[in-house]
């Protein structure tokens, strides 16, 4: 008994003395070990900073040893055990890899770094990180595959790699994390199918993988997600039909599956089973049958876009979907051309919210119900094209006062067009063509002062076009053919500057010539003015529509040649000129044009047909009609030159004669010549020869008056500053009109100079995009030192630069504005280089030196660096020297010594282009090591735009994303790469690579128009 008490006594003494050993261990040995781990967290961090090789806001500078790293932005650590438990580096710019030490931060929570500009393979290493809850790295330009090893992530609640340019399949053993409860990787290059074992990610609320190459089937499986909210899958190459589970998932708010090829029938107790569906969205597939009538059910319903499919049948009721906000049905095959049609419309007087009605490309019939006009006042658009509808347009169409678009086109609509239409001041868009309206085109339509389109063309019109059409100046498309028009075309047709896209007034039975006013027009990219009774000469004027793509003026009654100034119009594809009375030989030029179509056929043409460019084309050519005419090569079913019969005797003396009035009229010509030489000679002998500039031309203005302008040249009103001069905003007293002082600091060397240039520049020169020099002053200021400025007209928005990269959220510019801004370059570039008494290069084209005026419209300024050319040799470079431009701007030729020339701006406005749809500068930090923002787009293109759009430009894109018809949303992203691929292609190494200004304004107007054309900018 002893004994075993003894014993029981040294088991707890040893019992003890263990205990207290491990004591020792946790409170000594244990802080050893998290002191040595916490030093791997460091060192990884330290090695995650050196893979960064752009860091624009120093974000990471602090990230060294003046304090402890649990302190680094970005960086939070536990307090217990001083371990990394999240990393966030969001909206940094950083450009670098990741690298893989990242996976040594065990006690890792949440990886952040979305929107920056990480490049290569997503570290396996990640699979490490088993406490990894979020993984967020959105918005980089991450390639490779993902991790399948992520799986060993086992917390892993989200996952979004969205905006990256990932390829190859979604890994199956993804579906293996049972907490996953979001994962979303659209804009990404991903292929196969999607893994049926996401049927297992049992806590999954989020799938979307919109905008990549998926094919394949919906799994089954998807039906045994209980807690599945959102199905995101658009823009993919998906096919099948819906698997009948999904639709059991009370917990759906969002299915979201557009543009693919998937097929079948929506099941008929929807609205029974999906009671939170807030979003449905299949537009763009193959569905058939009839849409359910259960739809009227789903009262949480906001957003329906079913357009684009195969349905049929009539629309059912739509009277507890209050919610309500878009609802699309468009091109399907519903309604059945009766009545009775749209008697479903006044099911949707509840929907307080609608904004979008879209009911297009259908069968419906009868008229346009009163019910239509109790729809709530918030509707944009009535969008009921292409359908079998009929009668008068309601009076009722005023309570909408926020339409933007009314689209009737290809209907059966009669009668006027009612004045109430004249009171929506928000009209964008105004298309009731291919209908039987009849009457005036009413003269209130130029109320319309935001219309952009008016197509009015295919019905029975009369009388005059309105001359108040032309106080529409927002008017880019104007179709008025095929109606009883009469009359001469208004002037102020013409003067509408604004119209970029097309003019067609063909089809009528228009009278007199066509105004000379025609040249206003020097954006528009289509004239018909075709099948009327116009007569006189083809105005040279038309010259000055460089942007046309397509002049059609056949059958008509024009007379005369076809002028030589027409050889400007160098962008033409498609011309005709047939059956008019046209006279003289046909020009040269025309063969040296890009034409694809060219018909001059029944005119009174003589001489030999040119040999170049389409001339050698007989399917695209047509001169048939032209008894005078002859060819030296056969295939235009005119003769031969040298098969031509000899003339007859009577036509030999007729000839005679007329060489012999035009020998006397020659001499008499040259007397004339000779004696207004003389007079010019001894005219200018009592003047001052003053060939060159002077600089007492111009003086208008004193020192002291602009002096007082801008309150003594006050920092308060300095809004720039150059390398020769210095800008200050000036008010002349006693009026309204608002200067940009330019003056010039002459104790720097070559200020005077550039001044002196800068006059020569603007004496000679007038062009809306070119900023206006109202006058110059050269004198002595108050110091009795030499003053020289330029005063030109103020410029409200500033300048190119500051739009561009202003850090104010407000100053930002959407993807019209910048086309606008490129064209109005361009547009301002070919006349310099083109149209100028002398060939005008500017040599420092950049973003500070382009200048927004009040609507938003570009001005090329600064001309102190320009070099000027005979126009006879725009195309010879001249002497560089004294020429620097800009560094990132600059001709890479210049930079070694060569001449400049038109081609050099070329390069200048490629760049300018890219950094405009970048919002990079050249001189970004990041290009450098051989990457240059030429080398920086063309590696992405065309797959990976997304990556390289300026990110204002990517939000913009996304705010309309969910609310728009997805082909315009691929179309839009095919504009992104047509843009960059004018960019590149004026920005080539080597000059002759590089497009014209000319043909490079004709494609930016192409990628205008169609992005107009998509609706998504008015």
């Known amino acids: 008994m002893k004994l075993a008490l003894l014993l029981s006594v040294k088991q707890i003494t040893l019992m003890t003395k263990a205990f207290l050993f491990c004591l020792f261990l946790c409170f000594f040995l244990v802080p050893i070990n998290s002191q040595n781990s916490n030093a791997t967290d460091r060192l990884a961090l330290l090695e995650f900073k050196s893979r960064i090789t752009n860091d624009p806001f ?38 670098g890899s990741l690298s893989p030490y990242i996976g040594n931060l065990t006690f890792l929570h949440q990886l952040i770094l979305d929107n920056n500009s990480f490049m290569g393979n997503i570290p396996q290493e990640l699979g490490n990180l088993r406490r990894l809850r979020f993984l967020w790295l959105r918005n980089n330009s991450f390639d490779g595959e993902i991790p399948a090893n992520l799986s060993a992530c086992s917390n892993l609640v989200e996952i979004r790699l969205s905006w990256n340019n990932l390829y190859g399949k979604i890994p199956t053993e993804l579906g293996s994390l049972s907490k996953l409860q979001l994962i979303q990787a659209p804009r990404n290059s991903l292929v196969g199918e999607i893994p049926s074992t996401f049927g297992n990610a049992s806590s ?137 049609d749209l008697i479903f419309i006044s099911s949707l007087n509840n929907a307080s919210n609608l904004e979008e009605l879209g009911l297009s490309d259908n069968n419906f019939g009868g008229v346009l119900p009163k019910d239509f006009g109790n729809l709530s006042t918030k509707l944009t658009g009535i969008l009921v094209s292409n359908n079998q509808l009929s009668g008068n347009l309601p009076s009722w169409i005023e309570n909408f006062e926020n339409l933007t678009n009314i689209e009737m086109r290809g209907n059966k609509f009669k009668g006027h067009i ?38 009015l063309n295919d019905n029975s019109f009369y009388g005059e076009i309105p001359f108040s059409l032309g106080m529409c100046q927002n008017l880019q498309g104007l179709n008025l053919s095929k109606n009883n028009l009469n009359g001469t075309i208004p002037s102020q047709v013409f003067s509408l500057s604004s119209l970029s896209s097309y003019l067609d007034l063909s089809n009528n039975h228009l009278v007199g010539q066509l105004p000379t006013e025609v040249g206003n027009l020097d954006n528009l990219g289509e004239l018909d003015i075709s099948e009327n009774k116009l007569s006189g ?101 005119i003769p031969l030159c040298e098969n031509k019969p000899k003339p007859s005797q009577k036509f030999t003396s007729t000839l005679t004669f007329k060489l012999t009035i035009s020998l006397v009229c020659s001499i008499l010509g040259l007397l004339l010549l000779s004696a207004a030489l003389l007079i010019l000679y001894y005219s200018k002998k009592k003047r001052v020869p003053s060939s060159d500039f002077s600089e ?31 800008v200050y905003k000036g008010f002349l007293d006693g009026t309204e009109t608002v200067l ?75 993807v019209i504005q910048r086309l606008n801004i490129a064209i109005d370059i361009t547009s301002a570039l070919d006349y310099l280089h083109h149209h100028c008494h002398e060939t005008i290069i500017h040599c420092d084209l950049k973003p500070s030196n382009v200048l927004l005026d009040n609507q938003m419209v570009g001005h090329v300024g600064d001309f102190g660096l320009a070099k000027f050319l005979p126009t006879d040799d725009q195309n010879t470079p001249t002497s560089s020297f004294g020429a620097r431009g800009t560094i990132g701007y600059a001709a890479p ?126």
């Open 893 to 1018: 030729e210049y930079g070694m010594g060569s001449q400049v020339s038109t081609l050099g701006d070329v390069y200048s406005f490629g760049i300018l282009l890219l950094e405009m749809f970048t919002g990079k500068r050249p001189t970004d930090d990041m290009f450098k090591d051989g990457l240059s923002l030429h080398s920086f787009v063309k590696v992405a293109l065309p797959d990976r735009v997304a990556e390289i759009i300026d990110p204002v430009l990517v939000e913009e894109c996304k705010s309309v994303e969910m609310n728009t018809n997805y082909t315009k949303i691929h179309k839009l992203k095919e504009c992104f790469v047509s843009v960059f691929e004018v960019g590149l292609a004026c920005s080539m190494s080597t000059a002759k690579e590089r497009l014209s200004t000319s043909d490079a304004a004709y494609e930016l107007l192409s990628i205008r128009n169609t992005v107009l054309a998509t609706g998504m900018y008015q």
């Open 740 to 814: 940009a002082v330019k003056v010039f600091d002459l104790f720097r060397r070559g200020a005077s100079k550039s001044f002196l240039v800068e006059c020569e520049a603007f004496r000679n020169i007038k062009h809306r995009n070119l900023v206006r020099v109202l006058t110059a002053c050269s004198g002595i200021d108050n110091r009795g030192n030499d003053f020289k400025a330029l005063v030109y007209e103020f410029m409200d928005n500033g300048n190119l630069d500051r739009w561009l990269h202003s850090s104010d959220d407000s100053s930002k510019l959407n």
């Open 204 to 340: 999954l609320e989020f799938f979307g993988f919109s905008s990549n190459r998926l094919a394949g089937r919906i799994p089954n499986e998807f039906g045994q997600l209980n807690r599945l909210e959102y199905i995101g899958l658009s823009e993919n190459r998906l096919s099948g039909s819906f698997p009948p589970t999904i639709f059991n998932l009370s917990s759906i708010t969002t299915i979201f599956v557009p543009m693919n090829q998937m097929q079948g029938t929506l099941p008929s107790y929807i609205g029974k089973t999906l009671p939170n569906l807030y979003y449905l969205g299949i537009a763009g597939n193959q569905f058939t049958g009839t849409i359910p009538v259960s739809l009227s059910n789903l009262s949480n319903l906001e957003f329906l876009f079913i357009g684009g499919n195969k349905l049929t049948g009539n629309m059912p009721s739509f009277s507890n979907l209050h919610k309500l906000s878009h609802l699309d049905i468009s091109s399907n095959y519903l309604g059945n051309g009766e009545s009775t």
């Open 537 to 637: 000469e083809i105005p040279v004027t038309l010259s000055s529509c460089v942007r046309l793509e397509k002049l059609l003026m056949n059958k008509n009654f024009f007379r005369g040649t076809i002028p030589s100034s027409l050889s400007t119009l160098r962008g033409l594809r498609f011309l005709d000129l047939s059956q008019n009375n046209l006279s003289g030989t046909i020009p040269q030029f025309l063969g040296s044009f890009d034409l694809q179509y060219l018909n001059l056929s029944f005119n009174s043409f003589e001489g030999v047909l040119p040999n170049e460019g389409i001339f050698r084309n007989a399917t695209t050519v047509s001169v048939i009609g032209n008894p005078n005419l002859c060819v030296n090569t056969p295939g235009l079913q």
């Open 58 to 95: 120093n974000f990471l500078n602090s990230w060294n040893e003046s304090a402890h790293f649990c302190h680094w932005p970005g960086v939070v650590c536990s307090r217990r055990y001083q371990k990394i438990t999240s990393l966030n580096l969001q909206h940094q710019k950083l450009t």
């Open 696 to 726: 007492d031309t111009i003086l208008k203005l004193s020192y002291q008056t602009l002096f007082q302008a801008t309150d003594g040249f006050s920092s308060a009103n300095l809004v720039g500053t150059g390398s020769f001069s210095s």
């Open 418 to 455: 009612p004045i109430e239409i004249g009171k929506l001041r928000n009209l964008h868009i105004l298309d009731l063509s291919h209908n039987n309206f009849s009457g005036k085109i009413p003269s209130f339509l130029g109320n319309l002062s935001l219309l952009t389109k008016l197509h």
